[in-house]
């Protein structure tokens, strides 16, 4: 019976040990800063549009990036948390991108983002401070649209920054975007036919990021990509 045990008990200690060290083993968090962070995004959201969604919702933090956004050498997090109606029918769901002070946990900036899928990432500069580059997806009837921005957080003021027109809407496509681990981002383009896809008929296009120009500089690659 003991054997039987010791397998499940090491899988409870395992996935509670993931859990902890997602949410509390980063080591300028303290165990009671994810709650604080959560009320105060909740009452971010209580004095926005949304107001009626600070109560009956759930929020959830579903990443922290730790960096300097407003200013050098600042002690900051990103944090990306999604708002879910607790009753059906009763709202949007959405997310939240806030920008948070470290040594106080006070919530310094708030953008509020519709999109259905959202990826946040940390992009350098020339010095230790970072910009915020979103891309969120929207799917309808089956395809993909993307919205891509890069903010410069200051003040409390989300400056949205001059970027290249990225071909991320189109009837007669299926687009992909992705971003890589060298923040380039890459847009993956396949031809429509009817409801399918011509697999032999897809062409990508990469964007690489400037840190010193701060904006996104496409390639002059234009690949055919055979499937």
């Known amino acids: 019976m003991k054997r039987r045990l010791f397998p499940v008990i090491l899988c409870c200690l395992l996935v509670f040990?993931?859990?902890?060290?997602?949410?509390?083993?980063?080591?300028?968090?303290?165990?009671?800063?994810?709650?604080?962070?959560?009320?105060?995004?909740?009452?971010?959201?209580?004095?926005?549009?949304?107001?009626?969604?600070?109560?009956?919702?759930?929020?959830?933090i579903q990443e922290i990036i730790l960096g300097s956004f407003s200013?050098?050498?600042?002690?900051?997090a990103l944090v990306y948390s999604t708002v879910a109606p607790v009753k059906r029918n009763y709202g949007p769901s959405f997310s939240v991108a806030a920008v948070f002070d470290l040594d106080t946990v006070d919530l310094t900036g708030a953008q509020f983002l519709m999109e259905e899928s959202v990826v946040l990432k940390a992009l350098p500069t020339q010095s230790d401070r970072k910009d915020?580059?979103?891309?969120?997806?929207?799917?309808?009837?089956?395809?993909?649209s993307y919205n891509i921005k890069v903010w410069n957080f200051s003040g409390g003021k989300w400056k949205e920054l001059k970027l290249p027109s990225f071909d991320t809407t189109d009837a007669d496509e299926n687009i992909t975007a992705e971003i890589s681990k060298a923040n380039e981002i890459i847009l993956l383009h396949t031809e429509l036919e009817g409801l399918t896809t011509k697999t032999a008929n897809v062409t990508a296009e990469k964007y690489n990021w400037v840190s010193q120009d701060e904006t996104y500089v496409?390639?002059?690659?234009h690949l055919d990509i055979i499937q």
């Not at 902890?20 to 209580?46: H, Q």
């Not at 200013?71 to 900051?76: A, D, L, P, V």
């Not at 915020?132 to 993909?144: A, F, K, N, Q, V």
């Open 132 to 144: 915020i580059l979103y891309l969120g997806e929207t799917i309808d009837m089956g395809l993909s």
């Open 17 to 60: 040990t993931i859990i902890f060290a997602i949410f509390y083993g980063r080591e300028d968090l303290g165990l009671n800063t994810i709650p604080k962070m959560e009320n105060a995004i909740r009452s971010a959201v209580g004095q926005s549009e949304y107001s009626d969604l600070a109560v009956e919702s759930k929020i959830e």
């Open 71 to 76: 200013g050098s050498e600042k002690n900051e």
């Open 218 to 221: 496409k390639e002059l690659i």
